[in-house]
């Protein structure tokens, strides 16, 4: 099975009006840019984007956000978007708010074929309203449902064309277990290489979960916050 594609416009044909996308990152760290660019591009719009945030207002998830693409947000942190801000009070995006380890959790059980998982995060609060709860061990727990997403979109720093994946350190946050979760994943990666480059011991995302992949171009790799001591240089 060929799983290269020329580019990122290639790589979501199939990506339709209404669909469930996850998306990986966390906050600027790992975004797969030229993939949301390609998404921009289309005018795909009524989408449900899974991801841990919304990136900023002219970044990230933020440029579909500002071109109205999204319909339904569901993260853990929004906080540095005022145009998803402004969605959200207007009425004109659907938001829902889970704890981050539930994210992650939800994430990994539909990459395992779980239906669901039970946690303790949420019990008590406004993320509980209208969910099911059980008794374990005397202590109440959630039922979170496993997401279903039709593509998930990953972003890693090498990848080889059978589609194994490696991330480079912080960059790592949510893109494995987003890639093991959704229907179709496509992968884009700094570097693609041919099958046995890659050292099998350092594979994060083996070839099995990725169906698309292809190299991407142009990373701006923009840092969200950068804080410096007084008196140095600010050196990327």
Known sequence: MNKVVADADEAIKGIQDGMTLMLGGFGLCGLPENTIAALVKS???DLTCISNNAGVDDFGIGLMLKQRQVKKMIASYVGENAEFERQLLSGELDVELIPQ???ATRCMAAGYGMPAIFTPAGVGTEVAKDKETRIFNGKEYLMEMAFDA???IVKAWK???MGNLVYRSTARNFNPVMAMAGKVTIA????LVQPGELDPDHIHTPGIYVHRIFQGRD???RIEQRTVRKGMTDVK
């Not at 884009?188 to 570097?191: K, N």
């Open 43 to 45: 005018g795909v719009k």
């Open 101 to 103: 380890g539930t994210l």
């Open 150 to 152: 039709d593509f998930a």
């Open 159 to 161: 990848g080889d064309t």
């Open 188 to 191: 884009e990666v700094e570097e």
């Open 219 to 221: 990373y701006e790799k």
